[in-house]
Protein backbone atom coordinates (compact mmCIF):
# COMPACT_ATOMS: atom_id res chain seq x y z
CA UNK A 1 0.00 0.00 0.00
CA UNK A 2 1.02 3.55 -0.69
CA UNK A 3 1.10 6.18 2.00
CA UNK A 4 1.43 10.27 1.39
CA UNK A 5 2.59 12.49 4.36
CA UNK A 6 2.47 16.32 4.42
CA UNK A 7 4.31 17.50 7.84
CA UNK A 8 3.05 21.05 7.32
CA UNK A 9 -0.31 21.10 8.46
CA UNK A 10 -0.18 25.15 7.64
CA UNK A 11 1.94 27.86 6.04
CA UNK A 12 2.26 31.48 5.45
CA UNK A 13 3.89 33.67 3.10
CA UNK A 14 3.90 37.47 2.49
CA UNK A 15 2.49 37.99 -1.34
CA UNK A 16 5.28 38.01 -4.22
CA UNK A 17 7.33 35.77 -1.87
CA UNK A 18 8.75 32.30 -2.97
CA UNK A 19 7.34 28.80 -0.56
CA UNK A 20 7.97 25.40 -0.79
CA UNK A 21 5.31 22.66 0.82
CA UNK A 22 6.79 19.48 1.30
CA UNK A 23 6.04 15.66 0.58
CA UNK A 24 7.20 12.40 0.95
CA UNK A 25 5.62 9.29 0.29
CA UNK A 26 6.23 5.72 0.40
CA UNK A 27 5.85 3.03 -2.22
CA UNK A 28 7.29 -0.28 -3.83
CA UNK A 29 5.90 0.80 -7.24
CA UNK A 30 8.78 1.83 -9.63
CA UNK A 31 6.63 3.24 -12.36
CA UNK A 32 3.91 5.95 -10.53
CA UNK A 33 2.16 9.45 -10.76
CA UNK A 34 2.36 12.10 -8.15
CA UNK A 35 0.78 15.29 -8.23
CA UNK A 36 -0.13 17.88 -6.21
CA UNK A 37 -3.63 19.26 -6.05
CA UNK A 38 -4.91 23.02 -4.72
CA UNK A 39 -8.27 22.71 -2.79
CA UNK A 40 -10.01 26.53 -2.45
CA UNK A 41 -13.07 27.75 0.10
CA UNK A 42 -14.74 26.09 -3.33
CA UNK A 43 -13.58 22.59 -2.95
CA UNK A 44 -13.14 21.52 -6.07
CA UNK A 45 -9.47 20.28 -6.54
CA UNK A 46 -8.04 21.90 -8.97
CA UNK A 47 -4.83 19.64 -11.09
CA UNK A 48 -1.07 22.18 -9.75
CA UNK A 49 1.21 20.04 -11.23
CA UNK A 50 1.80 16.27 -12.14
CA UNK A 51 5.12 14.19 -12.75
CA UNK A 52 5.31 10.82 -14.31
CA UNK A 53 8.51 8.63 -12.17
CA UNK A 54 10.01 7.96 -14.83
CA UNK A 55 10.86 11.78 -15.96
CA UNK A 56 14.31 12.75 -14.64
CA UNK A 57 13.29 16.41 -14.93
CA UNK A 58 11.14 18.08 -12.52
CA UNK A 59 7.82 19.35 -13.74
CA UNK A 60 6.79 22.96 -14.57
CA UNK A 61 4.05 25.04 -14.85
CA UNK A 62 4.01 28.86 -14.71
CA UNK A 63 5.15 30.09 -11.23
CA UNK A 64 4.61 26.02 -9.77
CA UNK A 65 7.90 23.37 -9.63
CA UNK A 66 8.33 20.98 -8.35
CA UNK A 67 11.70 18.98 -6.70
CA UNK A 68 11.07 15.37 -7.33
CA UNK A 69 13.74 13.22 -5.64
CA UNK A 70 12.79 9.24 -6.82
CA UNK A 71 15.65 7.99 -4.32
CA UNK A 72 14.37 9.69 -1.71
CA UNK A 73 10.61 9.45 -2.02
CA UNK A 74 10.60 13.38 -1.82
CA UNK A 75 7.79 15.43 -3.81
CA UNK A 76 8.06 19.40 -3.52
CA UNK A 77 6.35 22.26 -4.54
CA UNK A 78 7.72 25.55 -4.81
CA UNK A 79 5.46 28.95 -5.45
CA UNK A 80 7.26 31.30 -7.15
CA UNK A 81 5.94 35.01 -6.83
CA UNK A 82 2.70 33.47 -4.83
CA UNK A 83 -0.52 35.74 -5.15
CA UNK A 84 -3.36 35.80 -3.18
CA UNK A 85 -5.39 33.83 -5.30
CA UNK A 86 -2.84 30.68 -4.34
CA UNK A 87 -4.72 31.13 -0.79
CA UNK A 88 -6.11 27.29 -0.23
CA UNK A 89 -5.58 23.37 0.73
CA UNK A 90 -2.75 21.48 -0.82
CA UNK A 91 -2.76 17.86 -1.37
CA UNK A 92 0.14 16.08 -2.61
CA UNK A 93 -1.26 12.88 -4.09
CA UNK A 94 -0.01 9.20 -5.76
CA UNK A 95 -1.32 7.21 -8.42
CA UNK A 96 0.01 4.09 -9.78
CA UNK A 97 0.58 3.54 -13.34
CA UNK A 98 -2.74 1.71 -14.52
CA UNK A 99 -3.67 1.70 -11.56
CA UNK A 100 -7.00 2.13 -12.39
CA UNK A 101 -6.95 6.47 -11.24
CA UNK A 102 -7.25 5.63 -7.46
CA UNK A 103 -5.45 8.61 -6.19
CA UNK A 104 -3.53 8.21 -2.33
CA UNK A 105 -3.59 11.61 -0.70
CA UNK A 106 -1.37 13.53 1.80
CA UNK A 107 -3.70 15.29 4.94
CA UNK A 108 -2.87 18.66 3.09
CA UNK A 109 -1.08 21.98 3.73
CA UNK A 110 -2.96 24.64 4.08
CA UNK A 111 -1.67 27.66 2.51
CA UNK A 112 -2.50 31.35 3.69
CA UNK A 113 -0.87 34.12 1.20
CA UNK A 114 -0.50 37.81 3.09
CA UNK A 115 -1.37 40.82 2.04
CA UNK B 1 -15.18 24.85 -15.12
CA UNK B 2 -14.54 20.96 -14.96
CA UNK B 3 -17.58 19.97 -16.29
CA UNK B 4 -18.48 17.71 -13.15
CA UNK B 5 -21.36 18.61 -11.52
CA UNK B 6 -22.37 17.20 -8.11
CA UNK B 7 -26.21 17.72 -6.47
CA UNK B 8 -26.90 18.46 -3.48
CA UNK B 9 -24.36 20.55 -2.32
CA UNK B 10 -25.10 20.26 1.05
CA UNK B 11 -27.11 17.68 2.96
CA UNK B 12 -28.40 16.70 6.72
CA UNK B 13 -29.71 13.20 7.34
CA UNK B 14 -29.71 10.94 10.97
CA UNK B 15 -28.37 8.23 11.35
CA UNK B 16 -29.33 4.72 9.98
CA UNK B 17 -31.02 6.68 7.17
CA UNK B 18 -29.81 6.50 3.69
CA UNK B 19 -28.59 8.44 0.96
CA UNK B 20 -28.01 9.15 -2.90
CA UNK B 21 -24.79 11.34 -4.06
CA UNK B 22 -24.76 12.42 -7.69
CA UNK B 23 -22.84 13.14 -10.18
CA UNK B 24 -22.84 14.05 -13.51
CA UNK B 25 -19.84 14.55 -16.06
CA UNK B 26 -18.94 15.40 -19.23
CA UNK B 27 -19.62 13.52 -22.64
CA UNK B 28 -16.80 10.30 -23.42
CA UNK B 29 -15.45 10.67 -19.77
CA UNK B 30 -15.86 7.11 -19.23
CA UNK B 31 -14.48 6.47 -16.33
CA UNK B 32 -15.69 8.23 -12.88
CA UNK B 33 -14.20 7.74 -9.16
CA UNK B 34 -15.78 8.27 -5.61
CA UNK B 35 -13.78 9.46 -2.99
CA UNK B 36 -14.64 10.86 0.90
CA UNK B 37 -13.03 13.76 2.57
CA UNK B 38 -13.48 13.90 6.21
CA UNK B 39 -13.02 17.19 7.95
CA UNK B 40 -9.07 18.16 7.82
CA UNK B 41 -8.26 15.14 6.01
CA UNK B 42 -7.38 14.40 2.14
CA UNK B 43 -9.85 12.81 0.48
CA UNK B 44 -9.77 8.93 0.40
CA UNK B 45 -10.91 6.95 -2.50
CA UNK B 46 -14.18 5.42 -2.27
CA UNK B 47 -14.48 2.88 -6.06
CA UNK B 48 -14.35 3.73 -9.47
CA UNK B 49 -16.51 2.66 -12.02
CA UNK B 50 -16.20 2.30 -15.63
CA UNK B 51 -18.80 1.72 -18.52
CA UNK B 52 -21.08 1.07 -15.76
CA UNK B 53 -19.24 -1.52 -13.78
CA UNK B 54 -17.31 -1.09 -10.68
CA UNK B 55 -13.59 -1.34 -11.25
CA UNK B 56 -12.08 -1.07 -7.75
CA UNK B 57 -12.95 -0.40 -4.53
CA UNK B 58 -11.16 1.04 -1.55
CA UNK B 59 -11.29 0.34 2.32
CA UNK B 60 -15.13 0.95 2.51
CA UNK B 61 -17.79 -1.37 3.23
CA UNK B 62 -20.69 -2.99 0.97
CA UNK B 63 -23.17 -0.10 2.68
CA UNK B 64 -21.40 1.96 0.24
CA UNK B 65 -22.59 1.25 -3.33
CA UNK B 66 -22.27 2.74 -6.51
CA UNK B 67 -24.27 3.05 -10.05
CA UNK B 68 -22.78 4.47 -13.62
CA UNK B 69 -25.05 5.20 -16.08
CA UNK B 70 -24.82 5.23 -19.81
CA UNK B 71 -25.85 9.29 -20.10
CA UNK B 72 -22.08 9.44 -18.11
CA UNK B 73 -24.04 10.42 -14.82
CA UNK B 74 -23.66 8.34 -11.79
CA UNK B 75 -24.85 7.68 -7.77
CA UNK B 76 -23.07 7.06 -4.56
CA UNK B 77 -25.55 5.10 -2.33
CA UNK B 78 -24.68 5.19 1.64
CA UNK B 79 -26.91 2.95 3.34
CA UNK B 80 -27.37 2.61 7.41
CA UNK B 81 -25.29 6.30 7.69
CA UNK B 82 -23.36 6.44 10.58
CA UNK B 83 -22.25 9.75 12.37
CA UNK B 84 -18.58 8.97 10.97
CA UNK B 85 -20.08 9.27 7.19
CA UNK B 86 -20.29 12.56 7.74
CA UNK B 87 -17.55 14.11 5.06
CA UNK B 88 -17.72 15.74 1.52
CA UNK B 89 -18.13 13.71 -1.39
CA UNK B 90 -15.94 14.15 -4.07
CA UNK B 91 -16.77 12.55 -7.57
CA UNK B 92 -14.31 12.79 -10.22
CA UNK B 93 -14.31 11.58 -13.60
CA UNK B 94 -11.54 10.94 -16.50
CA UNK B 95 -10.41 11.70 -20.31
CA UNK B 96 -7.27 11.75 -22.31
CA UNK B 97 -5.69 14.66 -23.69
CA UNK B 98 -4.10 15.58 -26.43
CA UNK B 99 -0.74 14.25 -25.11
CA UNK B 100 -2.39 11.47 -24.26
CA UNK B 101 -2.31 11.72 -20.49
CA UNK B 102 -5.10 10.93 -18.47
CA UNK B 103 -6.31 13.87 -16.75
CA UNK B 104 -8.90 13.52 -13.63
CA UNK B 105 -11.77 16.38 -13.31
CA UNK B 106 -13.37 16.90 -9.85
CA UNK B 107 -16.69 18.20 -8.92
CA UNK B 108 -17.29 20.72 -5.90
CA UNK B 109 -18.69 17.88 -3.83
CA UNK B 110 -21.39 16.82 -1.71
CA UNK B 111 -20.93 18.14 2.08
CA UNK B 112 -22.70 15.12 4.11
CA UNK B 113 -23.69 15.93 7.46
CA UNK B 114 -25.26 13.21 9.57
CA UNK B 115 -26.60 13.63 12.78
Known amino acids: AQTVTQSQPEMSVQEAETVTLSCTYD???????LFWYKQPPSRQMILVIRQEAYKQQNATENRFSVNFQKAAKSFSLKISDSQLGDTAMYFC????????????FGTGTRLTIIP | ETGVTQSPTHLIKTRGQQVTLRCSSQSGHNTVSWYQQALGQGPQFIFQYYREEENGRGNFPPRFSGLQFPNYSSELNVNALELDDSALYLC??????????????FGSGTQLSVL
Open chain 1, 27 to 33: TSENNYY
Open chain 2, 92 to 105: ASSAWNAEGQEKLF
Open chain 1, 93 to 104: AFMKVFGNEKLT
